[in-house]
C-alpha cells in the first residue's frame, strides 16, 4: 500500500521568506508527527496531532513554526520568514495502533535550504 | 523527559566483521524500543522493534537486537556485516502509553569497507 509521501522533495528559499511543507499520511493512521533531521542535532521532534485531540506542539522551536492537520489527514507545517537555521530535513511520519507498537512510519521528507 | 545516548557516532568495518552498536535509554516508564535505519538517499525505515515479549528481538537483514531492562539498554547486533549495510542507524524510545512521539539517538554512521 501507499506509504507516507511528502512534498516538495526539495526547497530552496531565500532567507525571510515563508514556506509550507506537506505531509499525506497513510490511510487510516491517526497519529502524525513532524519532526527535523539536522547535521549535528540527529532527529528532533517537532509537532505530534492525534485524531481530534489538541496537537502536542511543545517540540516547536519557535513561533515562526505552525502546522495543521486538515480533516484527520493531511498536514502542513508552516515556518514564517525562515532562517538560515531551519535549513534542515523535514519528516513526517504517521502511526496506528497495529500490533500495539504503534509503530511510526516515515515519508521520504523535504530537505529545506534557507539561503 | 527521555533521553537516548547511541555510544558511537562513527563506526568503520570490513565485510563479515561482527557488529554491536550501544544504545541506552533514561525514562522512567515502560517503553518501546526501535532501531531504524537510514541508507544513503533513502528514507527512514524500521529495522527492529521490542515493544513486549521475548527481549531478543530479530529485525531485518539479519539484525538482532537485545533488550536488557536493568541496564536501559537496547543493542544491535549482526554477526557478519555486508557492504549494503553502510547506512546511519537510529536507536529510539517511545513511551508505552498508546501513541506518543519518538525521542532518537544521534545516530550512528556505519561504513562497510569491500
Known amino acids: 500500500g501507499a506509504g507516507v509521501s511528502q512534498s516538495p522533495s526539495n526547497k530552496v528559499t531565500e532567507k525571510g521568506k515563508d514556506v509550507e511543507l506537506r505531509c499525506d499520511p497513510i490511510?487510516?493512521?491517526?497519529?502524525l508527527y513532524w519532526y527535523r533531521q539536522s547535521l549535528g542535532q540527529g532527529l528532533e521532534f517537532l509537532i505530534y496531532?492525534?485524531?481530534?485531540?489538541?496537537?502536542?506542539k511543545s517540540g516547536l522551536p519557535s513561533d515562526r513554526f505552525s502546522a495543521e492537520r486538515t480533516g484527520g489527514s493531511v498536514s502542513t507545517l508552516t515556518i514564517q520568514r525562515t532562517q538560515q537555521e531551519d535549513s534542515a530535513v523535514y519528516l513526517c511520519?504517521?502511526?496506528?495502533?497495529?500490533?500495539?507498537?504503534?509503530?511510526?512510519?516515515f515519508g521520504p521528507g523535504t530537505r529545506l535550504t534557507v539561503t | 523527559a527521555q533521553s537516548v545516548s547511541q555510544h558511537n557516532h562513527h563506526v568503520i568495518l570490513s565485510e563479515a566483521a561482527s557488529l554491536e552498536l550501544g544504545c541506552n535509554y533514561s525514562?522512567?516508564?515502560?517503553?518501546?524500543l526501535f532501531w531504524y535505519v537510514q541508507y544513503p538517499g533513502q528514507h527512514l525505515q524500521l529495522l527492529l522493534k521490542?515493544?513486549?515479549?521475548?527481549?531478543l528481538v530479530k529485525g531485518i537483514k539479519g539484525f538482532e537486537a537485545e533488550f536488557i531492562k536493568s541496564k536501559f539498554s537496547f543493542n544491535l547486533r549482526k554477526p557478519s556485516v555486508q557492504w549494503s549495510d553502510t547506512a546511519e542507524y537510529f536507536c529510539?524510545?517511545?513511551?508505552?502509553?498508546?501513541?506518543?512521539?519518538?525521542?532518537f539517538g544521534k545516530g550512528t554512521m556505519l561504513l562497510v569497507s569491500p
Open positions: 521490542y515493544f513486549s515479549g521475548d527481549p
Open positions: 496531532f492525534q485524531g481530534n485531540s489538541a496537537p502536542d
Open positions: 511520519a504517521s502511526s496506528s495502533v497495529g500490533d500495539g507498537s504503534y509503530e511510526q512510519y
Open positions: 529510539a524510545v517511545n513511551a508505552r502509553a498508546g501513541y506518543s512521539t519518538l525521542t
Open positions: 490511510s487510516g493512521h491517526t497519529a
Open positions: 525514562y522512567g516508564g515502560t517503553v518501546n
